[in-house]
């Protein structure tokens, strides 16, 4: 891939991406980058700056991500062998109670929903047993080596504007739990910007993780007094749920697309999702519409339609509880078969399923040597369950509201199950096999679209990391009670044609402000020759892409 820039039809709110040859990386929040840096100075390797990053990410952006929520991940270690060959995928999600059931489920949400919040909407946590996974398989550094800067934030560090509006925008969810209200609402207000947060008890939740390693967290303290917590809140989640967890480790998915090898996390992992789009998309040439065409945009959205609506037939669920048709839906005859019922105007007769707008975070790190992690973590919606477990300070997830209580889907409700998945990211090698991009975003159900927008940018358009994560995004949703009809929000930026052009063609288009898109892209690109590095940053978040 070329990081030689061109012109992407549209203005740049950064002038030019960041170059670099001594490792990168790539985050929504400067203290998550900063960490990671410091860990590859260090002379640490990727997997080691990715862990470090995380961890502070779980104490500096509690809004997104945490001890209580997920991790998925995949890594290219130049020097492994196994079945994925030098790419591994990290599943580090959890199971439903196995006290809870279908009709009781049915009973606690709304009878249509499960739970979106509250003790009932949580699943077994992945992400702590997911880090210490990641830094077995491919770090050179201890957990306990790295845990020391997201330590030192959860005994205070400085609230950003950013965290400070997210804790505005939830407080009534957070008052709601005294567990939750004293740590995000001291005095029973929201934090000032620049104020210091403390988070003593998460502090010492990860220093006895430290110490103790995951079966601390998952077969001792930390599990027992989350799940007494849970008991005393009329959870269904006990400690004897965290007792098997473990992170599935596996080969990655993958398809071609333009001759590279896109790589994206496996089940329960919608990452399917964004591969099978992006086999649609090859059928038509995209080169030649230019980044900036209504007809790319529109040819873009018909196939993340047909590819969610693949997602909502066969699902990308818990593989224990039945297979999905992964190797159909990734093949190219049935790509084809997809992209002919692509035509001029928008389709509003594809089963749409339910949407999950998601909230989470993404950040990425690749090091002097070409090892490269993409990783993504979550505690579903912002601030999850809205619980903090008692005096362990860890943020509990929502993800039991990912399932489906009809009991026709394959997503349906059990116990003891995974629910499927939003999270998922990429790696991308060039026609030569040479580990090349490493990418993702959050956005729950946005990221397969806004990861297809991504990687088109760079393979079809010739836009560098930072041109391509700045392009006006759009997201195409189903339409609130119409079923089968979707809307497509547009960035304002694109313009009263460009949205004319689509609502044309058939789209119920709806237009933004001219940055309204929550994305938080990240992109490192490595030239194979040189081993320069490129790195984009959306400029949507407070992030940034910064190397050595």
Known sequence: MSTVSKDSGWPRRR?????????????????VTSTGLRV?????NAVDAAVASALVAAVVMPEMCGLGGDLFALVHDPEATGPGGTVTSFQGSGISPRAASLASMREAGDGVHLPGRGPLSVTVPGAVHGWFT????????????????????????????VLVGFITKF?????????????????????????????????????????????????????????????????????????????DVSAPLST???????????????????????????????????????????????????????????????????????????SKDWAEERASLIGRQARHDVPAGAFDPGHTTYLCVTDRDGMMVSLIQSVAANFGSGLVAGDTGVVLNNRCQA???????????????????????????????RMSVVGGTPGGDRQPQWNLQVITGLLDHGLDPQQTVEQPLWISSPSAGEDGRFTLTLEGRVGSEYAAALAERGHDVSVGGD??????????????????????????TEGSALGL
């Not at 960041?18 to 929040?29: L, P, T, Y």
């Not at 990641?134 to 504007?161: C, K, N, W």
């Open 15 to 31: 002038i030019a991406p960041v170059s670099a040859e001594g490792g990168m990386v790539a985050s929504a929040h400067p203290l």
């Open 40 to 44: 590859l100075a260090d002379g640490g």
């Open 134 to 161: 990641l830094l077995e398989r491919h770090g050179t550094r201890t957990f306990a080596d790295l845990a020391g800067p997201a330590i030192g934030y959860a005994h205070g560090h400085p609230v950003s504007p």
């Open 171 to 247: 407080a009534d969810l957070l008052a709601a739990a005294p567990s939750s209200a004293r740590v995000f609402l001291p005095g029973g207000r929201p934090p000032v910007p620049g104020s210091v947060l403390a988070q003593a008890d998460l502090a010492r939740t990860l220093e006895l993780v430290a110490a103790g390693g995951p079966e601390v967290f998952y077969q001792g303290e930390i599990a027992e007094r989350i799940g007494a917590f849970m008991a005393q809140a009329g959870g269904a989640l006990s400690a004897a749920d965290f007792k098997d967890h473990h992170t």
């Open 256 to 330: 071609t697309y333009r001759g590279h090898r896109v790589f994206q996390t496996c089940l329960p992992s919608q990452g399917l999702v964004m591969l099978e789009a992006l086999n649609i998309a090859e059928r038509f040439d995209l080169a030649g519409l230019g980044a900036a065409s209504p007809e790319r945009t529109h040819l873009l959205v018909e196939a993340t339609k047909l590819a969610f609506a693949d997602r909502y037939a066969h699902c990308c669920g818990d593989a224990a509880f039945g297979p999905s048709p992964v190797e159909r839906l990734l």
């Open 403 to 433: 399932f489906s209580l009809d009991e026709a889907s394959p997503n349906v409700f059990a116990p003891g199950k995974k629910p499927m998945h939003t999270l998922n990211c990429y790696l991308i090698a060039d026609p030569q096999g």
């Open 515 to 540: 940055w309204s898109a929550e994305s938080g892209a990240q992109v490192i690109a490595r030239d194979p020759v040189t081993g320069v590095l490129t790195g984009g940053s959306d400029p949507r």
